[in-house]
Nanobody
Framework: QVQLLESGGGSVQAGGSLTLSCVPSGITTRLLAIGWARQVPGKERELIAMMVLGGNTHYADSVTGRFTLSRDDTDGTVRLQMNSLQPEDTATYYC????????????WGQGTQVTVSS
């Protein structure tokens, strides 16, 4: 099992920045990829950034150039730096990790709210 602990959500004005953190714990040696998704009520969850461990990082078109995903190799913490935030970025953000011997959907954190006001 893998647990994902998220932090860093909050409220910000348009044009501002926030950083979300995700700390994985448990059997992290089985992790294949880790990243973030977001969801707005009434819409499907959208994967916005995913880092393949030992490989590339992929971003959704909606965040490319504004969001940056990074990982601290010392403890596995993953951070999503979000710049130039816009009201349409308002959503609940979820950390997501893909792992060996587990559902392709992966593990999910509890979610953290990001609200961007105009």
């Amino acid at each position: 099992q893998v647990q994902l602990l998220e932090s860093g959500g909050g409220s910000v004005q348009a044009g501002g920045s926030l950083t979300l953190s995700c700390v994985p714990s448990g059997i992290t040696t089985r992790l294949l990829a880790i990243g973030w998704a977001r969801q707005v009520p009434g819409k499907e969850r959208e994967l916005i950034a995913m880092m393949v461990l030992g490989g590339n990082t992929h971003y959704a078109d909606s965040v490319t150039g504004r969001f940056t995903l990074s990982r601290d190799d010392t403890d596995g913490t993953v951070r999503l730096q979000m710049n130039s935030l816009q009201p349409e970025d308002t959503a609940t953000y979820y950390c997501n990790a893909k792992a060996l011997y587990y559902s392709t959907d992966g593990y999910w954190g509890q979610g953290t709210q990001v609200t961007v006001s105009s």
